[in-house]
């Protein structure tokens, strides 16, 4: 019955008895309420709101020092990128990174890594030993140093990072990066461990300044004369409402009661406390600590300490407050409500809710807006509704028209604090950077494209021909020109076959005019070539000497407008020069294109002129050794000569002792014709009789002692070698001459440069006494051994450019899909990447067609066969797929390149594969 009767009153009736008896209610409730648990609740209550206060400030502090952490994380992720990149390349990458770091991020002072020398260097046996890299701040400006550290012990706290491998929070300390007492600062690090397979090899590191958190600390008043500090890991003031703290030890001040409640501990592992105790100023107050805990790092904490007597102070005060306002607010609300409820309130409400119901309806319009005298609350409700209004009406015309597609329209904001225009002015903002940024990626797309098919075609050119150096040079120049879209461009080479006159010569040119192609040959240093060569750097022009070059057509001459000229650099030295010269200016990343190329060119270059040259050294080898085997034949006949010669005069003693005379005359002149012969063989040759005695010796035996052939005959070993163990070398002789021949190559130090001697001792019967002598022929054999080894070395160094050189393939090969398919659209092979992504092995698809996992059309089949056709024909063609893999749906830009033989028939199709979506 009483809700009936209250459903038939009036608005202003409801309102008056709402106001009545709510506030009735409300104030005795109140009262009741607060004389019985005002102190109780009021001190619970603002426990809750320190500690609320608390954690509030805990979780500000603890995103600066996570973002803090993200980036130090972030650059310790982005270090295993090294381990694609030679050393001299990682490190000047990381160096920009770190001096980008500092440069976005002007809160930090530096920006640090650290490497393991036995990592960086295999060489490197020690377990401690560091190479490290700093960027910092001094002074407005960015400066950087490296460094070799640790190199006699790793320091406490970088052996307890290294023995943990994690990540830390440092104690803070006092640093100057000037060296200058006078301006240190505290500071502190957060350090983040590089792991490699599980092995250590290193930290990043950034340093923070801690001055940044006093203002915060200072403005932490949840209660009059309360206040707040920020403690580290080991009890030291990070922020202090008095600055001179900073820095300094807590427990100097709270010690006792950190000992009675255990804070020192709870703090270092990390877990809340909340105690009441009398603080440093002698006053009873709460203490609330909050761990800070940031990754897997040492925590630190917040403390707050507010007066007890402030909270109950408080608690009072509202008490009373309570009361007096509600029974004042109670009197003048009837009072209000009584008199200007019917007037101020129900009739602008009625209005007001009808429009209300139209916008609830979704119906907006500027026949919605009403006019009102009122300069009260209710008129400036009426004025806010019919400003809503036109804000609405404004912003429905403003989306129609950006879902028309016009993203240059303007939207007037009703205030600042207009968050629905804000967000479909953020909503047009996206739509127009959403625009800008695709079109920048189809750019970059289309960059990267062009890079990676121009690599894997000129990594087929460099495969052929590499035994012909003018004919690869012609293939690479004439496709390098084409491929830029430039105009002429030339090859030079290092040519340093004579000393004297070390020069660069050009190789191969294409479309050069006939002045400039007549200049084959540059010096070091000479002109721009000379110049790029000297300097090791690539030059670009975009405005030519006069006179250098011009380009020649049907229609004329003409300057070109911009010049290109890249070394070809393999290990710092400088196998040629790449010149190219353009009517078109040349865009940034077709210059780093043939900077990477030249790579490559010069890899393979080297590869064809250590083939080519050690071809030519195993030429002139065989050729010597065929000398020589001819010169030992001749000695050997020149030896059986003597040999029937020594025969002859004994028979021709015993047939007639009266042409004795006559005899030993003719011995005498074939003795010297012996000696002469002997001495004109490149040999040392001696003859021993039995007894070890030198009975025969050329000239070129007796000046390895210093000494003529005539001190040397009649001497022996012991004679010539004073001092020495010559009794094996005459135990050696004995058996040679009783068993046989023997040869062997002996290496000759005592000199400046080493020699080898190959020796052959063989046994021979001396005529006059019918007795076994010992006949010893010594070549030098020093100049064929020194081919052999630069023919090894030579080897060594092609085998390792062309493992760098598979290397750069097998990279470009792991970030792109390569299929190759026969001329009929047979798979011949895949490379792994892209046999990972469908799922199968090699086994698996070799030998299936390109269109098996396809349903055409008959239009679509038409369209198949036209494009292989187009294949076959020598056309390179691109094209965007859709296909679904394990339920994912990949879309891909595909470029097929026919590869042609010598004939220039197409033999192969090599397609190169880009995923550019996946959803």
């Not at 602008?348 to 500027?366: A, C, E, K, N």
């Not at 010796?697 to 070993?717: L, P």
């Not at 020598?874 to 010598?902: A, M």
Request: hydrophobic share 35%; aromatic share 10%.
């Amino acid at each position: 019955m009483k809700i009936n009767v209250f459903e038939k009153l009036s608005l202003q009736q409801k309102i008056l008895s709402m106001v009545i008896g709510a506030s009735t209610i409300v104030l005795i409730f109140a009262v009741g309420n607060i004389s019985l648990k005002s102190r109780k609740e009021s001190i619970s209550s603002a426990i809750k709101h320190i500690n609320v206060v608390a954690d509030y400030h805990v979780s500000e502090i603890k995103g600066i020092l996570e973002k803090d952490l993200f980036i130090a994380r972030t650059l310790s992720n982005s270090i295993q990128a090294h381990k694609l990149l030679p050393e001299d390349k990682w490190k000047e990458l990381f160096s920009k990174l770190y001096e980008e770091t500092l440069i976005k991020n002007p809160e930090l002072l530096s920006v640090w890594d650290s490497w393991e020398l036995n990592y960086i260097d295999p060489t490197y046996k020690k377990d401690y030993g560091r190479y490290e890299c700093f960027y910092w701040r001094e002074k407005g400006q960015i400066k950087h140093n490296t460094d070799i550290g640790s190199v006699n012990g790793d320091p406490v706290d970088y052996a307890r990072i290294k023995r943990e491998k994690t990540e830390s929070l440092e104690d803070p300390y006092f640093y100057s990066y000037t060296n200058d007492n006078r301006n240190q600062f505290l500071m502190t690090s957060i350090i983040v461990s590089n792991l490699v397979e599980g092995r250590f090899i290193g930290v990043i590191g950034i340093d923070i300044e801690l001055s940044r958190y006093y203002d915060d600390i200072r403005l932490i008043k949840p209660y009059e004369n309360s206040y707040a500090f920020l403690l580290s890991n080991n009890i030291k003031y990070v922020a202090h409402p008095n600055k001179e703290k900073i820095g300094q030890n807590a427990l100097d001040d709270y010690e006792s009661i950190f000992s009675k409640y255990d804070v020192t501990d709870k703090i270092s592992s990390g877990e809340p406390a909340f105690f009441t105790a009398t603080d440093i100023n002698g006053v009873t107050s709460f203490f609330s600590v909050k761990p800070i805990i940031i990754g897997k790092s040492k925590p630190w904490s917040l403390v707050m300490v507010v007066p007890k007597a402030e909270v109950v102070r408080v608690s009072v005060f509202n008490f009373w407050e309570s009361i007096i306002i509600g029974l004042v607010g109670i009197i003048i609300l009837l009072f209000i409500t009584y008199t200007f409820s019917k007037k101020f309130i129900v009739s602008p409400i009625s209005r007001i809710v009808d429009t209300l119901q139209r916008i609830s309806l979704g119906h907006v319009d500027l026949g919605m807006i009403y006019s009102d005298d009122q300069k009260d609350e209710m008129g400036r409700m009426f004025n806010y509704l019919n400003i809503n209004v036109k804000g609405l009406s404004q912003k429905t015309d403003f989306a129609e028209r950006i879902g028309a597609g016009d993203l240059d329209i303007n939207l007037d904001l009703l205030s600042e604090e207009d968050t629905l225009g804000k967000s479909l002015i953020n909503m047009r903002e996206s739509l127009k950077n959403a625009k800008i940024e695709e079109e920048k990626r189809k750019i970059e797309d289309e960059k990267r494209r062009w890079t990676n098919e121009g690599l894997a075609k000129f990594s087929d050119i460099l495969r052929q021909n590499n035994d012909k150096l003018e004919s690869l040079a012609a293939d690479i120049i004439k496709n390098l020109v084409h491929y830029l879209d430039a105009n002429q461009g030339g090859v030079f080479i290092y040519n340093d076959d004579i000393p004297s006159e070390v020069h660069f010569e050009l190789l191969s040119a294409f479309a050069f005019n006939r002045h400039k192609y007549l200049k084959k040959q540059i010096l070091l240093g000479e002109g721009l070539v000379g110049t790029c060569a000297l300097e090791k750097q690539t030059i670009y022009l975009t405005e030519i000497p006069e006179n250098y070059i011009q380009i020649t057509s049907g229609l004329g001459e003409a300057r070109p407008r911009c010049l290109l000229i890249v070394p070809l650099l393999i290990d710092e030295k400088v196998l040629g020069v790449l010149e190219i010269a353009s009517f078109s200016e040349i865009e940034e990343f077709k210059i780093e294109f043939v900077e990477k190329l030249a790579q490559s060119i010069a890899s393979t270059l080297t590869s064809a002129r250590t083939n080519i040259k050690t071809a030519l050294l195993l030429s002139r080898t065989q050729q010597q050794a065929e000398e020589m085997s001819a010169q030992e034949e001749e000695m050997r006949q020149n030896m059986e000569e003597l040999q029937s010669t020594q025969e002859e005069m004994e028979r021709l003693k015993q047939d007639d002792a009266l042409r004795m005379q006559e005899t030993l005359k003719r011995n005498e002149e074939s003795r010297k014709l012996l000696i002469e012969l002997l001495n004109s063989i490149p040999a040392k040759i001696s003859l021993k009789d039995e007894n070890g005695v030198f009975i025969i010796a050329n000239s070129h035996f007796a000046s390895g002692y210093s000494k003529s052939v005539e001190e040397i005959i009649g001497t022996t070993d012991y004679d010539n070698h004073r001092g020495e163990d010559v009794d094996s070398w005459r135990k050696q002789e004995l058996e040679i001459m009783n068993k046989g021949s023997h040869t062997c190559v002996l290496e000759d130090t005592s000199g400046l440069k080493k020699k080898y001697l190959r020796t052959t001792k063989m046994p021979f019967i001396i005529p006059t006494t019918g007795k076994t002598g010992l006949l010893s022929i010594q070549f030098d054999i020093s100049d064929i051994k020194h081919l052999e080894e630069e023919m090894i070395e030579a080897n060594k160094v092609a085998s390792k450019q062309f493992l760098d050189m598979q290397n750069y393939i097998d990279a470009i090969s792991s970030s792109i899909y390569v299929v190759e398919y026969d001329v009929n659209g047979n798979i011949t092979h895949a490379n792994k990447h892209y046999l990972d992504l469908i799922g199968l092995s090699f086994s698996e698809i070799l030998g299936t067609r390109y269109s098996d996992r396809m349903d055409f059309t008959e239009e679509q089949k038409v369209e198949n066969n036209k494009f292989w056709s187009d294949l076959r024909s020598s056309q390179t063609l691109k094209t965007t797929i859709r296909f679904t893999v394990n339920g994912k749906l990949y879309t891909s830009e595909e470029t097929y390149i026919p590869l042609v033989d010598e004939n220039g028939d197409v033999y192969k199709v090599i397609k190169i594969a880009n995923i550019v979506n996946k959803e």
